[in-house]
């Protein structure tokens, strides 16, 4: 987001009225193209083969590109604190979903997990709490914190299933 590329992410985040400290807080990012990313990781030492098995890069006719790319970058973290996933948004209007999540990954299924159940686990370790609210997606449960609401995950377009109310 610092960088002059991410000049529409960064227009994005103040539309929404999305504090720097929920950016901070969220973890919220920007992925500024389609190749940046399989060269940073090639450069790390990961193979093609690991970022695909991961989630984070596809590949098509040969060519491996960010499965995210230009979108705006929403880590997915579980109640452990790591980060399993990623969930990205389109800036732009297209005819396709503007939400898309990394696929699912043997540390990650969206049956499995919820948005922001990381800092709900925080919460309820300092302050306690005795219900929560259960929001559709990502943006939905930052505008909600952004209120003041900090009881709040997603289910990330998901029904919730059992294995997340087992999970809360």
Known sequence: LKKDQAYKHVEYILKRKISAQN????????????????????????????????????????????????RLIIPIINQFNQVVAFGGRLLEKADFAKYKNTRETFVFSKSNNLYNLNNLKKLKNEKGIDNVIIVEGYMDTISLDKAGFNNVVASMGTLLTKDQARIL
């Open 23 to 70: 950016v901070a807080r969220f973890g919220i990012g920007a992925s500024l193209n389609f190749s940046d990313l399989p060269k940073h990781l090639l450069s790390k030492g990961y193979t093609y083969q690991e970022m695909t098995l991961s989630g984070v890069v596809d590949s098509k006719d040969g060519r491996y590109y960010d499965a995210l790319g230009e």
